[in-house]
């Protein structure tokens, strides 16, 4: 079964940034939407960023100008670079792909705290 994971997540200073990456354990063909979401504590997962096959993205308003999501087809890979972290970002990362089955990762934590 593929397992998609999640690395880059970790503590960082208001104002900080981080490179969330999202790797499958084989590869799986016909990804043609890529998206990340997170879910913040008490709150529901909402989505962050997505990417599709074409290359159009789109981002949740509060990360527009902060966040780019980017992803290497070749390699199954998606990224997520947070830029100007703020304390409202902190919450669990998701990565999720889409062919004609859904996939998640188990999620990496980001805390943005002083």
């Known amino acids: 079964q593929v397992q998609l994971v999640e690395s880059g997540g970790g503590l960082v200073q208001p104002g900080g940034s981080l490179r969330l990456s999202c790797a499958a354990s084989?590869?799986?063909?016909?990804?043609?939407?890529m998206a990340w979401y997170r879910q913040a504590p008490g709150k529901e997962r909402e989505l962050v960023a997505s990417?599709?096959?074409?290359?159009?993205?789109k981002y949740r308003e509060s990360v527009k100008g902060r966040f780019t999501i980017s992803r290497e087809s070749a390699k199954n890979m998606v990224y997520l670079q947070m830029n100007n972290l703020k304390s409202e970002d902190t919450a669990v990362y998701y990565c999720?792909?889409?062919?004609?089955?859904?996939?998640w990762g188990k999620g990496t934590l980001v805390t943005v705290s002083s």
């Open positions: 084989r590869t799986i063909f016909g990804v043609n939407f």
């Open positions: 990417i599709t096959s074409g290359d159009i993205t």
């Open positions: 999720y792909y889409f062919t004609d089955i859904a996939y």
